[in-house]
C-alpha cells in the first residue's frame, strides 16, 4: 500500500510502513501513547548507579509522577530494562537472558559511564567487563554521569517516551569492536620484581 | 593479659616453628607488629595456633615475585592494643602448591579460591579450589605480572561465549535433584534477586521450606579494582575508592590517605583530620540509613524506604556541597583534600542535627518497637562468638555478637582517640541485634559529629607538591567501615603505581559467614539474614 508523502508527514512518520495486509496507524499511536506513560521497569541493580535508581525512585524524585514508578522484580512483567551499573562478563549471560525474557515491545536505558562504554573500568587490556552493554542488547537512551544525578535518570525516561510516541523506539547495538583512539590511559604492566633485591633495600 | 598473648605467639613461632626469616616491625609505621616467612609445612600447625589463641584471618593474599610466590596471612585479635602480625609462606613457581589452611579457618575457603582465581596457586587439601570472581571458564590468572591484558575486542568475544555456555550449562547451573520424596530440591536465588542487593546468586538446598545448605556464589560485580590499581598512578586510584564501597565511599578515602600517608610519613594539619572525620561519619549515617530502608523494604514494609531515604538526600545535600559528589565521593587527597569546606557546612550539619535526632526516635517507634518486625528477627540467623572468629567477620555484624571490636577505639587513627563515643554492640547475634547496633551507631556517629562541628580549628587543607611516588616497602593500614574492618596492604617497589594493593574488603568475610547463620531457615528469614549483614556486591567482588 503507497501512502501520499502528505499523508505520512501529517502522521509524523517519515517512511512508508513495511506492506503488509491492513495497516492501523491511528491504532498504532494510541497503543505507543499508552505504551509510553504506563513504562514498567525491571528492579534491576548491577552497581553504584543503582543506588542513584533507587534515589530515584524515593519520595524526593518520585519516578511515580511520570508513570513509571511500577518496578517489577520479574523481567516477565516488566518493558523496561534500566541497566544501572559495571556489566561483568560473568553477569553479561544473566542480562542477556533477563533481555530474552521480557516481552516485546521492551526498551534500553543504560545508564551511566559503565552501562555506555565501560566507564571508569575501561583501559586497554581490561579483563573484567563488558564495555557498553549496547554491545549485546539494543539500547534506546544513553544516560551519561558516574553516577548519573536522579534528574538525569528521569530526563532519560523522558526522553524514552518521546521516542515511543513518535515510533522510533526501535533501540540499537553497537559494533561488536570499537577501535577506541581516544583512551590513552597509560597501560603500563609491570614486571615482576624479585624477591631478593626487594627484601635486600627495605 | 594482651601483652602476654603476644609475646605468646611469637615466642611460639620461635621456638616451634622456627622461622626462615623473622622481622620485628614498627607498628605506627607498617600496620603490623611483626612479620615471619615460616616453612610452607608448616603453615598449617601455625595456623592452629593463632586461632587456639584467638586470632582472626583477616586476610589473606599472595604477590607474584620474579622467582617464587609469596602468600600472605594477616592474623588479628579482638582487643586494643592491635595485634596484628603477618605470616607468609613462599610458593615456587615450579610447585605452584600450598597447604590449604580452610580446615582450621572457615574463612580461609573463599580466601584462597581468590588466590587461585587470581594468581592460580593451588592449594592442597582444598574441599572446592574453584574460580570465585571469574566465570568458570576462564583461561587467565589476571594478578601474574605475567598476564599483560586482553587484546582489544575479547569483552565481546568472551561474553557471547559466556552467553552461549550458560544456554548449554543450564541443567548444570541449575541442578534439579529429584529424591524419593521429592521433598529435597535446589533453588536458585539471584543474581537478579530484588532482595540480593545487587548481584548476589545464592544456591539453596531445600527440603521443602527448610534450608539445608546455602552456597554464595560472588563474582558478578568483578570489576578488576586490583589490576586496574597496578597500572595506575598512586593518584589516579582515587576514583576506585570512590566506587569499591559506593554506599560508604569516604571511609574508603579515609583507608587509602592513611596508607599512602602512613607509607609517605607524612601528616595531614588538624583542620584536614576534623573534616575527614566529620564527613566519614555523616557518610556512615548515610549508609546504616540506606541499609535501614531496604532491609525493611526485604522484609515487607515499604515505608520506612521512604523515610530513610528522606533524611538521607538531606545529608547528601550537605555532602554534596563539601565535595560536589552525590555517592561516589573521592574527596580526599595524600595529606589533605580535594577542597576546603564551604561556608554554608556547618550551619548546615548543625541544622541537621536535632532534625535527625527527632527522626531516630520515630525510627525506633515505627520499626525497633513494632512486634511484627521483632518477630521476624529475634532469634533469626544467629551469629555465635566462634562461628565470627573462624569467619573473621567484623563491623556490626560482630559487635551484634557480643564482641565490642571497632578499630575507631581499637587501633585508634586520626582523631578518634581525643572523641568521646561509645561502642554500640548487642549481645544475642541475630537479625535483631545486628540492627540495634545499627540504630545504636548513627546515634554515636550524630554524637560524634555534634561535638566536633563547631570545633573545627583553621588550618591548610593540602601540604602543597608531594613526590608521586611512594617509598619502597609494605603497609598495611585499616580503618572502621559502614560494613565493618576494611584493610588495605599496599606493597611499593618505589615506582609510580602500587606493586600490588590488596583490598580486604568486609562484606567478603561477613557474607562468607552466612553460610552457617542460614542452616536450618526458612526461605523466608534467608532474605532477612541477608538483609542485615548489609553486604555491598562491588566491594565483595572488588
Ligand atoms: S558509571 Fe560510575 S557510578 Fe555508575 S556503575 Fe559505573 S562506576 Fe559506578
Known amino acids: 500500500m503507497e501512502i501520499n508523502p502528505k499523508e505520512l508527514e ?147 525516561i523522558l526522553e524514552l517516551q518521546k521516542q515511543i510516541i513518535e515510533g522510533k523506539a526501535q533501540g540499537r547495538t553497537s559494533p561488536a569492536v570499537v577501535h577506541d583512539s581516544q583512551d590513552n590511559r597509560p597501560a603500563e604492566h609491570k614486571n615482576a620484581i624479585s624477591r631478593a633485591e626487594f627484601r635486600k633495600t627495605t | 593479659m594482651p601483652t602476654l598473648a603476644e609475646k605468646d605467639i611469637k615466642t611460639w613461632l620461635l621456638e616451634n616453628v622456627k622461622p626462615d626469616e623473622f622481622l620485628e616491625k614498627d607498628f605506627k609505621k607498617s600496620g603490623i607488629l611483626f612479620e615471619a616467612v615460616v616453612p610452607s609445612g608448616k603453615i598449617r600447625e601455625t595456623a592452629a595456633e593463632f586461632l587456639a589463641q584467638g586470632y582472626f584471618l583477616e586476610s589473606l593474599t599472595a604477590v607474584d615475585f620474579a622467582e617464587c610466590f609469596e602468600v600472605v596471612y594477616h592474623f588479628n585479635r579482638w582487643e586494643s592494643p592491635p595485634k596484628r602480625c603477618c605470616v607468609k609462606i613462599l610458593v615456587p613457581k615450579e610447585e605452584n602448591k600450598a597447604p590449604s589452611i580452610s580446615s582450621i579457618y572457615k574463612s580461609a575457603n573463599w580466601f584462597e579460591r581468590e588466590v587461585y582465581d587470581l594468581f592460580g596457586i593451588h592449594f592442597t587439601d582444598h574441599p572446592n579450589l574453584k574460580r570465585i570472581l571469574l566465570p568458570e571458564s576462564s583461561a587467565i590468572f589476571p594478578l601474574l605480572k605475567s598476564f599483560k591484558g586482553e587484546p582489544a575486542g575479547s569483552d565481546v568475544e568472551q561474553s557471547l561465549k559466556l552467553i552461549e555456555e550458560d544456554k548449554e550449562g543450564f541443567e548444570i547451573r541449575y541442578p534439579q535433584t529429584i529424591t524419593e520424596h521429592q521433598k529435597e530440591y535446589y533453588l536458585n536465588l539471584g543474581p537478579q534477586h530484588p532482595s540480593t542487593h545487587g548481584v548476589l546468586r545464592i544456591l539453596l538446598h531445600l527440603s521443602g521450606e527448610r534450608v539445608l545448605d546455602a552456597e554464595p556464589i560472588i563474582g558478578y560485580a568483578h570489576r578488576h579494582h586490583e589490576k586496574m590499581m597496578e597500572i595506575q598512578t598512586y593518584q589516579a586510584c582515587w576514583p576506585n575508592m570512590g566506587r569499591l564501597d559506593y554506599v560508604g565511599a569516604m571511609s574508603y578515602n579515609f583507608a587509602y590517605a592513611l596508607l599512602v600517608e602512613k607509607a609517605m610519613g607524612i601528616q595531614p594539619s588538624r583542620r584536614v583530620e576534623f573534616i575527614r572525620v566529620i564527613t566519614t561519619e555523616l557518610n556512615r549515617i548515610t549508609s546504616h540509613l540506606l541499609w535501614l530502608g531496604t532491609f525493611l523494604m526485604d522484609l515487607g514494609a515499604f515505608t520506612p524506604f521512604f523515610y530513610c531515604f528522606d533524611d538521607r538526600e538531606r545529608i547528601l545535600d550537605i555532602l554534596e556541597m563539601v565535595t560536589g559528589e552525590r555517592l561516589t565521593y573521592d574527596y580526599f587527597r595524600f595529606g589533605g583534600l580535594d577542597k576546603d569546606v564551604p561556608a554554608d557546612f556547618v550551619p548546615a550539619v548543625k541544622a541537621f542535627i536535632p532534625h535527625f535526632k527527632k527522626r531516630l526516635r520515630d525510627y525506633d517507634l515505627l520499626i525497633t518497637k513494632n512486634i511484627i518486625f521483632q518477630k521476624r528477627t529475634k532469634g533469626v540467623g544467629v551469629l555465635s562468638r566462634e562461628n565470627a572468629l573462624a569467619y573473621g567477620v567484623t563491623g556490626p555484624c560482630l559487635r551484634a555478637s557480643g564482641v565490642p571490636f571497632d578499630l575507631r577505639r581499637d587501633e585508634p587513627y586520626s582523631i578518634y582517640p581525643e572523641l568521646d563515643f561509645d561502642v554500640a554492640a548487642a549481645k544475642d547475634g541475630d537479625v535483631f541485634s545486628r540492627h540495634l547496633v545499627r540504630m545504636q551507631e548513627m546515634r554515636e556517629s550524630l554524637k560524634i559529629v555534634s561535638q566536633i562541628i563547631d570545633k573545627i580549628p583553621p588550618g591548610e587543607i593540602t601540604l602543597g607538591k608531594l613526590p608521586k611516588n611512594v617509598p619502597k616497602g609494605e603497609t598495611y593500614t585499616a580503618v572502621e567501615g559502614a560494613r565493618g574492618l576494611f584493610g588495605m596492604c599496599l606493597l611499593s617497589d618505589g615506582s609510580l603505581n602500587p606493586y600490588r594493593l590488596k583490598l580486604r574488603t568486609p562484606s567478603f568475610s561477613n557474607l562468607n559467614a552466612m553460610i552457617d547463620m542460614v542452616h536450618g531457615c526458612f526461605v523466608s528469614d534467608v532474605v532477612s539474614v541477608l538483609g542485615s549483614l548489609d553486604v555491598v556486591l562491588p566491594e565483595i567482588d572488588r
Open chain 1, 10 to 156: 501529517l502522521m509524523g512518520k517519515t517512511q512508508s510502513p513495511p506492506p503488509g495486509l491492513v495497516n492501523f496507524f491511528k491504532v498504532e499511536d494510541v497503543f505507543n501513547l499508552a505504551r509510553a506513560h504506563s513504562l514498567w521497569p525491571l528492579t534491576f541493580g548491577l552497581a553504584c548507579c543503582a543506588i542513584e535508581l533507587m534515589a530515584g525512585g524515593a519520595a524526593r524524585f518520585d519516578m511515580d509522577r511520570f508513570g513509571f514508578g511500577v518496578v517489577r522484580p520479574s523481567p516477565r512483567q516488566a518493558d523496561l530494562m534500566i541497566v544501572a551499573g559495571t556489566i561483568s562478563r560473568k553477569m553479561a549471560p544473566c542480562i542477556k537472558t533477563l533481555y530474552d525474557q521480557m516481552p516485546s515491545p521492551k526498551y534500553v536505558i543504560a545508564l551511566g559511564g559503565c552501562a555506555t562504554a565501560g566507564g571508569p573500568f575501561k583501559y586497554p587490556g581490561q579483563y573484567g567487563i563488558l564495555e557498553g552493554i549496547d554491545k549485546i542488547i539494543p539500547v534506546n537512551v544513553y544516560v551519561p554521569g558516574c553516577p548519573p544525578r536522579p534528574e538525569a535518570l528521569l530526563a532519560g
